[in-house]
């Protein structure tokens, strides 16, 4: 019996590693220079340097930085104060005609996005929306709302029906009932939908790339450029790769708690 929990233990931090792996080889690229990058084999001691990092700035990474952050926050905020509220009645409150509108929200996830592209292409060339951030607003919404309301009507469903029969029987309305009773027990829900949509949001390509050029760029279509005909440059884009992701790395490692117990909602009775 020791043994076999051994080799699980063994088994598991193999597993872990190849998943870290990829992550740890792109931090040590990061910080060589472009010669060391190419070595072959791998070099694995090296001098680090910060040039690469100076590199990516030097190209202009911090306006995509920003319209990034900027389509994130607010599409994320307009995504839960929507999925709330429609969460709520479609678990709590639930009426004629639920599972047909349940039905609805997942069937628009099923429409590949190439699909859509031209019809969103066309609208936002009419609306004057091509090439600006508030565009990949109403998009990243659209496309995590969906999600985030089924989300959060799994996790609403185990808000206890007794409680909240208690505070309708002491007078609380309708918006006291939703802010004060139901959405403290359902936090961790609501924290961890709102990571999920910011992960979605922060690394989405195929819009940002068709529907943006120089005024709202966002990070994935700033790493794309690095895509050359001269061939990749792998050390700054190591290093432009890292800098992409360390705000997602950040968030989601100071949300943790509240993820595993979001997404464990309901798993153990």
Request: hydrophobic content about 60%; some cysteine.
């Amino acid at each position: 019996m020791r043994l076999g929990r051994i080799g699980l233990t063994a088994f598991t931090w193999l597993v872990a590693m190849l998943f870290v792996f990829p992550l740890v080889w792109m931090v040590l690229t990061a910080f060589k220079q472009e010669a060391d990058a190419y070595t072959d084999p791998p070099r694995l001691f090296f001098t680090p340097t910060l040039e690469q990092f100076a590199g990516v700035f030097e190209r202009g990474f911090l306006p995509y930085l920003a319209n990034s952050a900027f389509v994130t926050v607010i599409s994320t905020l307009a995504v839960l104060v929507l999925a709330i509220p429609a969460a709520y009645a479609l678990s709590l409150a639930p009426v004629r005609g639920t599972s047909n509108a349940l039905g609805f929200f997942l069937s628009t996830k099923m429409l590949p996005i190439v699909a859509a592209i031209i019809p969103l292409y066309v609208i936002s060339q009419n609306v004057q929306l091509l090439d600006n951030v508030w565009a990949l607003n109403i998009l990243y919404t659209a496309m995590n709302l969906p999600l985030a309301v089924w989300m959060l009507r799994s996790f609403l469903l185990e808000v206890p029906k007794e409680m909240i029969e208690a505070a309708r029987v002491d007078g609380a309305g309708l918006p006291t009932l939703l802010y004060r009773i139901v959405l403290p027990v359902v936090a961790p829900g609501i924290a961890a939908t709102a990571l999920i949509c910011v992960i979605f949001s922060w690394t989405e390509f195929f819009y940002a790339v068709n529907l943006t050029a120089a005024r709202a760029g966002t990070v994935p279509v700033f790493l794309s450029g690095f895509i050359t005909s001269e061939g990749l440059y792998w050390a700054q884009l190591s290093a432009a790769a890292l800098l992409a992701s360390l705000p997602v790395m950040i968030i989601g490692w100071f949300a943790q708690n509240h993820l595993v117990r979001g997404l464990s909602m309901g798993a153990v009775k």
